[in-house]
């Protein structure tokens, strides 16, 4: 950009300046109020729009809060993922302008004439709301109450408060509940991730580059001050990022080094848990969405927050597709809009009567929806498939032969490959009939390393009868694999009062190096899945170096994503700075015999029996 264009464009933004001001308008059956000011604990004001209905009175308010800039059109700002969706669910679109579509937040004209203000929020430091970014920050979380709270009292506003939203949206609402904001009634956390180590920055101990890179595309391209960089509302025409340009030195003042914190705190210390929930305190009514295909971000805190939560009143959904489709879809929103009718509302309708539990079972070709009333299902048969490497075959009984002892160079009962290799796998033999699998798994092994650490992707899979393998559309990558999990060996201690046999936790407070040689067990655990595995199907186990490849050819690309889609999406492991060759280019060893007895834990569902 050269000086002459540089000048114009702040001049341009000096007068925005000088004329944004919080304005209302009537347009499209609402009442908007744009860039409303919203002043935090500490003097910073916040801006939000805020859509209502025209007619005089007060409503139950459903507000997000987060980083994308409330001002940009999910058109814009994310074009690959909304023309698939729509093209491919039309039901989508249907019935809006799509004007006030943004990304990861409700329609307001789809919400605002079932009698619902609809808030949205930029945080601080994004979007039109100035400041310093510090995501999931005690700060922040702070900043949600305060907004949460202010809409409480607005004389449009009944007093009632639900948070809804997609995945940051999802998120910060687990750690909001945690301080128990008064007027909070109701939220919906559709594919939010809950414990900041566990579910997002270090999976089993290892690094994920995922919000490094995130942050990149994402946040730093609707900072507050980012001028054009953010685009301009296709609404009003004004800046998202708000009415001034700052030179990108005070830009990177405004924000945190993202990824070098989460870089600088390898356990799970006092800075991830002032970012995650605390699970007693979270008592507020939740509807909880999860996303079977959404390894690496998106199912785990849905199941956990579930099971764990104080809340007397909840509910637990999972299904499957792109991690933003089923919000937006008439099955998604009706949903939501069922759930907050009945808290938000007060209307008697049949939500008092919806089971606990609502799984779109996976199947090879198709989702049939069944009602549940646990998580997990109490009749699931836990099932153990032994790892024999004769063969390379998943069993029902243990292999035979003595226990390994000493190094692993010279353990009899052994397959070894390279460290950050695709590792080996392990088939059943074709199913003698349709079996279902649904629910958390865990993976138990017996390794050792010629260095002193270790990392060990473990990879549920599904082959069809002439082995080739089946794959399903994931929350973000469109071949992704049944199940995953982690563990970084020296990361192996468990907290023995939260593990459970399907559900190993470790506390990844300290590490414990591995001497070269030396045999140790791992116990691993793989995110919540659902699939039913037809008859002549294999289930199979790959015990890996690195992340899983899906071996059938790229799966494109999206425009918000920095890598190419080829199995796990953006949620990868492959830091240098985390994995140094040396440490982690060695050779891992899988130990069998005696009391090693390396084994894959499943839940297997057995059929209803139908009524007589």
């Avoid at 940009?72 to 074009?79: I, R, S, V």
């Avoid at 836990?382 to 075959?393: I, N, Q």
């Avoid at 201690?493 to 046999?501: C, G, H, I, Q, V």
Wanted: net charge neutral; with cysteine; proline share 7%.
């Amino acid at each position: 950009m050269s000086s002459l264009e540089g000048e114009a464009r702040m001049a341009q933004a000096a007068g925005e300046r000088e004329t944004r001001q919080p304005r209302s308008e009537i347009r499209d059956g609402m009442c908007i109020d744009w860039d409303t000011p919203i002043t935090m604990d500490d003097g910073l004001v916040l801006r939000a729009d805020v859509f209502r209905p025209i007619a005089e009175g007060r409503y139950p308010v459903i507000l997000s809060y987060g980083p994308y800039a409330k001002g940009l059109a999910f058109q814009e700002g994310y074009p690959s993922a909304w023309t698939r969706m729509v093209e491919q669910h039309p039901d989508v679109a249907a019935g809006s302008s799509n004007l006030y579509q943004s990304w990861e937040v409700v329609d307001p004209e789809k919400w605002v004439p079932h009698d619902y203000a609809c808030v949205r929020v930029d945080s601080r430091g994004a979007g039109c709301s100035p400041g310093f970014i510090d995501h999931f920050s005690p700060r922040e979380t702070k900043d949600f109450y305060d907004c949460i709270e202010w809409a409480g009292v607005q004389h449009w506003s009944n007093g009632k408060v639900g948070l809804n939203g997609i995945s940051y949206y999802g998120i910060n609402q687990w750690h909001v509940a945690s301080l128990q904001p008064p007027h909070l009634a109701a939220m919906c956390i559709w594919e939010g991730a809950a414990d900041w180590y566990r579910d997002m920055t270090h999976h089993g101990g290892i690094l994920s580059t995922f919000w490094e890179n995130w942050y990149d595309m994402q946040v730093k391209t609707v900072q507050y001050g980012a001028g054009e960089r953010g685009k301009r509302s296709r609404v009003h025409g004004e800046l998202v990022c708000g009415p001034e340009i700052l030179p990108e030195a005070e830009l990177a003042k405004n924000r945190s080094d993202f990824g070098g914190e989460i870089l600088a705190h390898p356990l799970d210390d006092a800075y991830h848990r002032a970012r995650s929930p605390v699970w007693s305190k979270v008592k507020v009514p939740f509807l909880s969405a999860a996303n079977w295909g959404g390894q690496g971000l998106h199912p785990r805190g849905n199941f956990e927050g579930y099971v764990r939560a104080a809340s007397k009143q909840k509910w637990l959904e999972a299904h499957g597709i792109e991690h933003w489709t089923h919000f937006y879809t008439d099955y998604g929103r009706n949903l939501q809009l069922r759930f907050f009718d009945h808290f938000l509302h007060g209307k008697t309708n049949d939500w008092d009567k919806q089971p606990p539990v609502l799984l779109q079972v996976r199947h090879v070709d198709r989702f049939v929806e069944r009602a549940e009333n646990e998580w997990p299902l109490k009749r699931t048969k836990w099932t153990k498939l032994y790892l024999d490497p004769a063969g390379c075959v998943l069993t029902d009984k243990p292999a035979k032969g003595k226990p390994t002892k000493g190094k692993a160079t010279k353990a009899k009962a052994a397959i070894r490959f390279a460290a950050t290799g695709d590792g080996v796998t392990f088939l059943t033999s074709p199913l003698a009939e349709d079996t279902e699998i649904t629910g958390p798994s865990a993976l138990k092994l017996y390794i050792s390393s010629s260095t002193t650490d270790a990392d060990i992707f473990a990879v549920l899979r599904v082959f069809s009868p002439d082995l080739k393998e089946v794959t399903f559309q994931g929350a973000i990558d469109p071949h992704t694999p049944v199940g995953q999990g982690w563990l970084r060996a020296s990361h192996r201690a468990l907290d023995k009062k939260l593990s459970l046999p399907y559900r190993p936790y470790h506390t990844h407070a300290k590490k414990q190096p591995l001497k070269p040689g030396e045999v140790v067990p791992l116990d691993i655990e793989i995110w919540p899945t659902s699939i039913v595995v037809p008859a002549g199907y294999r289930i199979a186990l790959s015990v890996r170096g690195k992340d899983y490849v899906y071996p059938g050819g790229s799966g494109g690309r999206l425009s918000n994503f920095k890598n190419e889609l080829i199995g796990c999406g953006p949620f990868l492991h492959d830091d240098p700075r985390d994995r140094p060759p040396g440490l982690f280019d060695g050779v891992t060893a899988l130990h069998f015999g005696g009391a090693a007895r390396p084994h894959l834990l499943l839940p297997i569902i057995p059929a209803r029996k139908k009524a007589k």
